[in-house]
């Protein structure tokens, strides 16, 4: 990108009392002005935009920043130029219209990159080389202030093009093919659109150059302009596309979930349990009408539980899903007298998805204690790490082959209900370890951000 002009024959015109070259300076400089409040406004339209999630627009914003001082670096230059007490403002302007205008390039550059990284890992080498080439530009440009390389400043406050600003034409030239060639290189990456937008900030400037020997340096500033509210649109249509995905994964998600939540209802409602219960109560009946009365206690406040759970669409206390667990154990240990349940809660102040730990422990007793001779124990605990709550189900009972388990004709589905609504509720985890004689455990992880209460 075209950093600075040649202006020293406009200058001097200027002194050489030509009128009609001070109408053209009030013209560059209001079109610089108004170059300007274009990218104030694209850069507060992009600020304002809080669903900018990603990488690329908030480097968008750096780089509107430096457009914005950069421009206004070159109207300070042109307004305050041949005024021997506005010396220091003349030298500001020419600054940052320098300074800024290599961070332009190093900040489209980064840009360009992390657009190019949300759809294909590529390196950022390059992008820091040009940042390195860049900065020592920019030590030019100091250094120049002392020595007059790129530009000097006469005792009347005019500014005059350096005896080496041939570095500054290189240095565009150069930026222009880098920048160039950069998105060329990314063309098979790219979108038609994309590539284009990103295209034309190169392109432009470079079209506007030919106009440097009858107007400059304003068509620059006004081509880059340009550029940059091609890919602002760009960008803009790239989150709306995002939002509109992101939309439609949640709206996936959510249907999982009520799939979900319809298929852990219904599997803890299978006949052949309401049959086993119904019989146990049938037997108290007859043996013990105090223990058949509790069992029927348990068993409406087990079936209200499950049928709540299908209208649940979020996170629970822990405690309310470990209370319909116990009530779920006891109706069990009504059933089989050989089994036995510990509890070891270190903590229960936090959230987690409903049905998600009783599952786990009805699969414990049907598929482990009950099936081994003389039944066994399940362990139901929880603890609390730095950033996750734990909750550990740990059962005596006959084990199973974890690479086989999954095509043995079992029933499975309540444990893989379990581990996505862990992960799309609450961004967690479940993990099941198991051999065959050695029991199983599983374990849930919940993160803190999301578990907590």
Same mark, same amino acid.
């Given at each position: ?324 667990? !116990? ?56 603890? !609390? ?37 862990? !992960? ?30």
């Amino acid at each position: 990108m075209k950093i600075a002009f040649p202006i020293c024959d406009i200058l001097i015109a200027w002194r050489c009392g030509m009128p009609e070259f001070f109408y053209m300076r009030e013209f560059n400089v209001g079109l610089l002005v108004f170059a300007c409040l274009v990218n104030v406004t694209m850069l507060l339209g992009t600020l304002s935009n809080r669903k900018k999630n990603c990488d690329f627009m908030n480097l968008f914003s750096f780089l509107l920043l430096c457009v914005i001082i950069m421009i206004a670096g070159e109207a300070m230059l042109w307004s305050m130029t041949g005024n021997a007490h506005d010396a220091v403002l003349v030298k500001t302007g020419t600054f940052l219209s320098f300074g800024f205008g290599a961070a332009v390039n190093t900040l489209f550059v980064y840009c360009l990159v992390s657009f190019v990284r949300e759809r294909e890992a590529v390196s950022w080498r390059w992008a820091h080389l040009f940042a390195i080439f860049n900065t020592v530009f920019i030590l030019l440009v100091i250094l120049s202030f002392f020595n007059g390389m790129l530009f000097t400043f006469d005792e009347g406050g005019w500014y005059r093009d350096g005896w080496a600003y041939w570095i500054v034409n290189l240095f565009d030239f150069s930026t222009l093919l880098v920048e160039l060639a950069l998105v060329l290189s990314y063309r098979k990456i790219l979108k038609r659109k994309a590539f284009f937008a990103l295209l034309s900030f190169s392109v432009l400037p470079f079209f506007s150059m030919l106009l440097i020997p009858y107007w400059t340096p304003t068509p620059m500033y006004l081509s880059t302009t340009l550029s940059l509210v091609f890919i602002q649109l760009l960008f803009h249509g790239e989150v709306t596309r995002q939002l509109s995905e992101k939309e439609l994964l949640l709206a996936e998600m959510e249907r999982q979930l009520a799939d979900s939540r319809i298929s852990m209802a219904l599997s803890q409602l299978k006949p052949h349990f309401l049959y086993n219960v119904l019989n146990s109560i049938y037997y108290l009946c007859g043996k013990d009408s105090e223990r058949a009365q509790e069992a029927v206690s348990y068993f409406s406040d087990y079936l209200r539980n499950n049928m709540s759970s299908i209208e649940i669409k979020k996170m629970i206390p822990f405690a309310e899903e470990l209370s319909h667990t !116990e009530t779920y154990l006891k109706l069990e240990m009504i059933r089989f007298r050989n089994l036995s349940v510990e509890y070891d809660i270190k903590t229960s102040s936090f959230m987690c998805p409903p049905l998600s730990l009783q599952p786990l422990v009805e699969n414990a007793v049907k598929h482990g204690v009950s099936k081994k001779r003389g039944g066994g124990s399940v362990t139901i605990s929880t603890e !609390e790490t730095p950033d996750s709550y734990v909750v550990s189900v740990k059962d005596t009972g006959v084990g199973f082959d974890p690479e086989h388990y999954r095509d043995d004709g079992k029933v499975h589905i309540g444990m893989e209900n379990v581990r996505e609504r862990i !992960e799309n509720m609450a961004g967690g985890t479940l993990k099941v370890t198991s051999a065959p004689g050695e029991g199983c455990l599983a374990v849930i992880t919940l993160p803190k951000k999301e578990g907590s209460i």
